[in-house]
């Protein structure tokens, strides 16, 4: 009796001791269950997401949070529910990520981006209690898919989405696409180049005028003298008639040589207008001759020249 009794206390004490060991072995099983289902979640969430079910990706997000406890698993559920238009989730998920998240490379645009979140429900709180159906909180911007999902087993891998990688809020206008083609620059009106135009016009116009006056003149101042040579009585001619004849000569003259100026500076002006437009036309892209022009004056007469090679 004796012996079986010993046997039986060293039977006690050896089971006793393997205890712990057995309790490890059953409690290495249940980790590892727990990480596969956390996987389970996180998987399913994330084809909720691809496929545009955001408040159920949110849940499946939040069950996989709260099997593996991984505090990247937070942005997730942020991303979600704030494409969901589910602010309050939105912010809590944010909060929560930047609270446990010591590591973080765009920690002051996420903390923008909740500070806003958080004046939207405080703005939502302040809404009359009669109004039954609030309208949604419109999201800050739509959701950037992850470029690298983020799996619970791999803790490294865990990096969050950069703020500024997200696309324009829905309440901003986009940016236009590059056009194919080059578009035509509007072209304004050329108003220098027609003033000249119209003021050479002008002097052009004039210096007929005062050349019909000289001409009146120096008409006038011919058939005197051709009359007074006939008659062979220039001589003997009033001074005060000689004197008259004489104004009509030098005002003539003057005439002549206003002339000269109205009708050359009026093609010099004009050409400079039409110089003046074909650069202006050549600038918005037509095309323009290429032109030349010059104006010369000596005592007594005055030449322009102007040449266009198209």
């Not at 046997?7 to 057995?22: H, K, V």
């Not at 727990?34 to 949110?58: I, K, M, S, T, V």
Request: aromatic residues 4%; charged residues 20%; proline residues 8%.
């Amino acid at each position: 009796m004796r012996l079986r009794y010993g046997f039986g206390l060293l039977g006690l004490a050896l089971g006793l001791a393997q205890l712990p060991a057995i309790s490890s072995a059953q409690a290495a099983p249940t980790a590892a269950e727990n990480e596969e289902q956390a996987r389970a979640h996180f998987r399913l969430g994330r084809a909720h997401y691809d496929n545009g079910n955001f408040a159920q990706a949110g849940v499946e997000f939040e069950e996989a949070y709260r099997i593996s406890q991984r505090a990247a698993l937070l942005y997730n559920i942020y991303l979600a529910y704030r494409d969901a238009n589910d602010t309050r989730k939105c912010a809590d998920a944010l909060r929560k990520y930047l609270q446990l998240e010591k590591e973080i490379e765009n920690r002051g645009q996420l903390e923008s981006r909740l500070a806003a979140l958080d004046r939207a429900l405080a703005a939502e709180a302040q809404q009359p209690a009669a109004a039954t159906t609030p309208a949604p909180t419109k999201p800050l911007s739509p959701a950037p898919r992850p470029s690298q999902p983020l799996t619970p087993a791999e803790p490294k891998q865990l990096t969050p989405v950069p703020e500024a990688a997200a696309a324009p809020a829905p309440d901003t206008q986009p940016a236009p696409e590059a056009a194919t083609a080059e578009t035509s620059r509007p072209s304004s009106f050329p108003v220098v180049p027609v003033i000249l135009m119209a003021t050479g016009g002008a002097m052009m116009a004039t210096s007929v005028v005062t050349g019909l006056m000289a001409v009146s003149k120096k008409t006038e101042w011919d058939d005197a003298r051709k009359q007074c040579t006939q008659a062979d009585n220039c001589a003997l001619l009033r001074p005060a008639r000689v004197t008259e004849l004489n104004d009509v000569k030098s005002s003539g003259q003057t005439l002549a040589t206003v002339t000269d100026i109205l009708l050359f500076g009026g093609v010099a002006v004009a050409g400079t207008g039409v110089v003046l437009l074909l650069l202006d036309l050549g600038d918005s892209g037509e095309s323009a001759p290429n032109t030349t022009a010059g104006l010369a004056c000596v005592p007594g007469a005055c030449s322009a020249t102007m040449r266009a090679s198209f």
